[in-house]
C-alpha cells in the first residue's frame, strides 16, 4: 500500500483541521483513456493503493477524486511500468491542456461548494 494517505492525512487533515470531505486527491486512473478527467464524489478506492491508503489514513471515503484517465496497458503485466513510468512526449503534449481542464474542474467544484445551497432550494 502507498504513503500518499499518511501523507495528506498527518500533513494536511490533521495539521489544518480538514475533514475528508475538504480533501481533494488528484489521482491516476488506468480505466479512463489518456487525458480524460473525473469528478468522482466518495466511493471506494477501486483498487488504487494510493486512494485506498487516503481511505484508511482519513478514516473516511468520502473526499472528492478528480480521476485523471492514463489508459491501460494491453498486456496486464505491464501495468506497473505504465503507471510508474514517464509520459513518451507525445503524451507529454497532451497533459498541458489535461492539467489546465483538471484546475478548472477542481476550482469550479470549490466554488459551488463554498456558495452552497441557493436559498429557497
Do not use: W
Not at 488528484?26 to 488504487?48: C, I
Request: glycine fraction near 10%; hydrophobic fraction near 35%; charged fraction near 20%.
Amino acid at each position: 500500500m502507498s504513503g500518499n494517505g499518511v501523507t495528506v492525512s498527518l500533513c494536511l487533515a490533521e495539521l489544518l483541521g480538514l475533514t475528508a470531505e475538504e480533501v481533494y486527491l488528484v489521482h491516476d486512473d488506468l480505466d479512463k483513456p489518456l487525458g480524460k478527467l473525473a469528478l468522482k464524489l466518495g466511493g471506494s478506492a477501486r483498487g488504487h493503493n494510493g486512494v485506498r491508503s487516503c481511505i484508511c489514513c482519513l478514516n473516511s471515503n468520502a473526499m472528492p477524486r478528480l480521476r485523471v484517465g492514463i489508459g491501460r496497458p494491453t498486456h496486464p503485466d505491464a501495468v506497473q511500468a505504465h503507471v510508474l513510468g514517464c509520459f513518451s512526449p507525445s503524451e507529454q503534449e497532451l497533459l498541458l491542456p489535461v492539467l489546465e481542464r483538471a484546475t478548472d474542474l477542481l476550482l469550479d467544484h470549490i466554488r459551488e461548494r463554498s456558495q452552497g445551497p441557493l436559498p429557497g432550494t
